[in-house]
């Protein structure tokens, strides 16, 4: 982020030694001049959705169950944060009392039958080094700008009662989010 802002204060001092600025101050007399030198870095990042989860189906519980990562990098401003989180499969998620943990549905190819999920996702919000939200959920994860930082998530049906095909499209949505901080020494 340092090298960002110096490239950027560096263009801008260059712009404005060749006339390209603004608006422009004249004088004609001797003196000095204060000129104002601002750049504006936004937050960036980049989110790894798996492409599928494969269920596997155990005879012995009658259900089916799977794990998937969500990955996150970026450089983000010191009040934001990248959440990423399940929102729909098949109907909209529902989030449970007693935990993170979303339930839908997906549905048979054949039979037709509806099986309900649970979908469970360890973490959702991302956030910058240095920093710590002041609400602590739990849910939280320290942001690296170059390497992807995972969290492990996993899908459980319950009982299976006929043999099929089941499917369904789990949805993630992911966005920049401003909290309030505290700035850890």
Excluded: H
């Excluded at 802002?5 to 030694?17: G, N, S």
């Excluded at 098949?90 to 509806?114: A, C, F, H, P």
Aim: glycine residues 10%.
């Amino acid at each position: 982020m340092r090298n960002r802002i110096l490239t950027a204060l560096l263009t801008a001092a260059v712009l404005l030694q060749g006339g390209m600025t603004a608006a422009a101050q004249e004088y004609t007399t001797e003196g000095t001049a204060e000129c104002r030198i601002s750049c504006q870095v936004s937050s960036s990042y980049t989110v790894s959705i798996p492409a599928t989860v494969g269920l596997t189906y155990s005879a012995d519980t009658g259900t089916a169950s799977g794990s998937f990562q969500v990955g996150v990098k970026g450089d983000l401003l010191l009040n934001q944060m990248v959440q990423v989180e399940p929102t729909s499969l098949m109907k909209e998620l529902t989030k449970g009392t007693n935990g993170d943990y979303y339930q839908g549905t997906i549905k048979g190819e054949k039979t037709g039958s509806v099986l309900s999920v649970t979908v469970n996702q360890e973490k959702i919000r991302w956030y910058p080094g240095g920093t710590t939200p002041l609400f602590d959920m739990g849910e939280y994860v320290e942001i690296s700008a170059s390497e992807y930082v995972y969290a492990a998530g996993t899908v459980t049906t319950g009982e299976v009662e006929a043999a099929d095909t089941y499917s369904g499209t789990l949805v993630f949505t992911f966005g920049l989010e401003e909290y309030e901080r505290q700035i850890l020494p």
